[in-house]
């Protein structure tokens, strides 16, 4: 583990909260209450969930938001973070709550969804910045694909999205390219008789 584990699945959650409208196939995985119902039940989120058109509205503004976080360097995106920070009046503090063992919480049980995401997200980061890991926050290097990920490998070295299959979709295109430059030369061997004859 790079991070701490809430920080490590806050900053997932925002990859995939961010990717939901940056898909090949062009659906936008955060269009209906049911979508933002599933991803709210599969990250663990606690406190106020309203389930309606406008907790959506704000739940999609908020990944342009965090988005940002992806397009800017260390130094801007200390900025960014302290402004989501400020403007939320973040106060953290522990808690455990479910199967949740200890871990930050900012905001109060009732803040708005969209809030409380914007908040987690940027306590992730913080750990990211102050650890001087920024480089970990990166874009895909999919062809033509504009998905984000956080590279949380060992060795950093992480370089396509899950949301595209852009790895997938990179090792086929390499594997025609070999078989399209044709069997290489091989250089002959001479068998050798294993009874010295």
Same mark, same amino acid.
């Given at each position: !583990?790079?991070?701490?584990?809430? /920080?490590?699945?806050?900053?997932?959650?925002?990859?995939?909260?961010?990717?939901?409208?940056?898909?090949?196939?062009?659906?936008?995985?955060?269009? /209906?209450?049911?979508?933002?119902?599933?991803? @709210?039940?599969?990250? *663990?989120? %606690?406190?106020?969930?309203?389930?309606?058109?406008?907790?959506?509205?704000?739940?999609?503004?908020?990944?342009?938001?965090? *988005?940002?976080?992806?397009?800017?360097?260390?130094?801007?995106?200390?900025?960014?973070?302290?402004?989501?920070?400020?403007?939320?009046?973040?106060?953290?503090?522990?808690?455990?709550?479910?199967?949740?063992?200890?871990?930050?919480?900012?905001?109060?049980? %009732?803040?708005?969804?969209?809030?409380?995401?914007?908040?987690?997200?940027? !306590? *992730?980061?913080?750990?990211?910045?102050?650890?001087?890991? @920024?480089?970990? !926050?990166?874009? =895909?290097?999919?062809?033509? =694909?504009?998905?984000?990920?956080?590279?949380?490998?060992?060795?950093?070295?992480?370089?396509? =999205?899950?949301?595209? %299959? =852009?790895?997938?979709?990179?090792?086929?295109?390499? @594997?025609?390219?070999?078989? /399209?430059?044709?069997? %290489?030369?091989?250089?002959?061997?001479?068998?050798?008789?294993?009874?010295?004859?």
């Amino acid at each position: !583990m790079v991070f701490a584990r809430d /920080t490590e699945a806050n900053l997932r959650a925002a990859v995939e909260l961010v990717n939901s409208d940056r898909r090949r196939d062009g659906h936008d995985a955060m269009s /209906t209450v049911a979508d933002l119902d599933a991803f @709210y039940a599969r990250w *663990g989120y %606690s406190g106020r969930h309203d389930r309606d058109d406008d907790e959506l509205a704000q739940v999609r503004a908020t990944r342009e938001r965090l *988005g940002r976080l992806w397009e800017v360097d260390r130094d801007e995106a200390a900025e960014l973070v302290n402004a989501i920070l400020r403007e939320a009046e973040a106060v953290p503090f522990l808690t455990r709550h479910d199967a949740m063992d200890w871990h930050l919480h900012a905001t109060v049980p %009732s803040a708005p969804l969209a809030t409380v995401m914007l908040v987690e997200t940027a !306590m *992730g980061v913080v750990d990211v910045v102050r650890s001087d890991e @920024y480089e970990r !926050m990166r874009r =895909c290097a999919g062809e033509d =694909c504009t998905a984000v990920l956080v590279d949380l490998s060992r060795n950093r070295s992480r370089r396509f =999205c899950d949301v595209n %299959s =852009c790895g997938n979709r990179a090792n086929v295109a390499a @594997y025609r390219a070999r078989r /399209t430059a044709g069997p %290489s030369r091989a250089v002959r061997v001479p068998q050798v008789d294993p009874r010295g004859g």
